[in-house]
């Protein structure tokens, strides 16, 4: 009897620390039985899917969550855990992008689903507003490398235009004149000017920042049998960047490099770090068939470039915009390039 009530008094204690850890927790946890109804939600669940309604247990999770009413009803053949994102909506009617985290389990009353929600909507909306900023930025660097384009052709054809009129009686001919009205229509569309933002960097912890980028390219690169070598100092300053901007420029460099690389034996990137002159300096370095013709780096518009050759000009302009800079450092083999960011001091810590 006393190891019976040792046991049964053990048993509740793990259960009153379950029941507080569900209780307790941030994210909202709801429990379901095979006919989609709630069994169990915690105090975050009340919070997240019906603030202003009553209970949530015995209600139908197909009112807030139709794909884990899927689910359910699909009843698996065994146990299995896996995470999603679908739609939610809450009792007054909003919709919501939910991330869940469910498994299946069963017990003596039938198979049970769990599952953790949480409410990813406002991370949905910065990535959404970060992805628009750097679009509307890439379309002022692009205009304006258009609109440089086109003042170079202007001041060619005016050359041309001038030369011509010099030929007896072709001013009164009238194409000459339609293309007189042309060339002053050309000249005014590239003497628009494309303001940029004045949006303040803001201070970017790198080494998380580099940590983002490997796992953005380190599946890929294994794909391609490519050894990727990292080199980065431990607790290295913040710097001064746009972060969204900045790891653009490292994810061009990187495929830029993976295509170098695709008909070399050696395939190797080498990302290394270095404080030089209040600058942190990120070298990617490739054992790629290198730059054939390097002065014609940073151009746009180069003819037999990808993707019309925009990817280093826009880049370079992007560094430029926070007060750093894109640099090629030629080697024997392969390519190097430098991006230099400023270092902003540490505040100590009292």
């Not at 746009?242 to 295509?259: C, P, T």
Request: net charge negative; charged share 25%.
């Amino acid at each position: 009897m006393e190891q019976l009530e040792s046991e049964v008094k053990l048993r509740r204690d793990a259960e009153d620390q379950l029941q507080v850890l569900v209780e307790s927790s941030p994210a909202a946890i709801v429990t379901i039985d095979t006919n989609g109804k709630i069994l169990l939600a915690n105090q975050a669940a009340q919070q997240l899917l019906a603030p202003d309604a009553p209970s949530l247990k015995g209600q139908p999770i197909r009112s807030y969550l139709p794909s884990l009413q899927t689910v359910v009803q699909a009843q698996p053949s065994r146990a299995f855990r896996t995470t999603l994102q679908c739609r939610g909506q809450r009792s007054s009617g909003e919709v919501f992008l939910a991330g869940v985290w469910f498994s299946t389990y069963n017990t003596v009353s039938g198979p049970r689903l769990a599952a953790v929600v949480v409410d990813l909507s406002e991370d949905l909306r910065n990535r959404e507003d970060l992805s628009l900023d750097h679009l509307l930025k890439s379309s002022r660097i692009l205009v304006g490398a258009m609109a440089h384009e086109v003042r170079n052709l202007c001041g060619a054809a005016v050359v041309l235009h001038k030369n011509l009129s010099r030929v007896p009686g072709l001013e009164r001919n009238e194409d000459f004149q339609a293309l007189s009205s042309l060339i002053q229509s050309l000249e005014r569309i590239s003497a628009l000017s494309v303001k940029a933002t004045s949006d303040p960097a803001g201070t970017v912890e790198l080494t998380s920042l580099l940590d983002e980028l490997r796992v953005l390219i380190e599946g890929a690169y294994r794909e391609s049998d490519i050894e990727i070598e990292w080199r980065v100092q431990e607790n290295p300053p913040l710097v001064r960047a746009d972060r969204y901007g900045l790891i653009q420029v490292f994810l061009n460099l990187a495929k830029n490099s993976q295509r170098a690389m695709e008909s070399t034996e050696t395939r190797k990137l080498c990302v290394s770090t270095s404080l030089e002159n209040e600058h942190m300096t990120v070298r990617v370095e490739d054992t790629g068939t290198g730059i054939a013709h390097p002065e014609n780096l940073f151009r746009p518009f180069q003819p037999g470039a990808e993707t019309a050759g925009l990817g280093l000009y826009v880049s370079r302009s992007i560094m430029r915009s926070f007060g750093g800079e894109l640099l090629y450092e030629p080697r024997a083999q392969g390519c190097c390039f430098a991006v230099v960011v400023p270092a902003v001091a540490r505040v100590e810590e009292k």
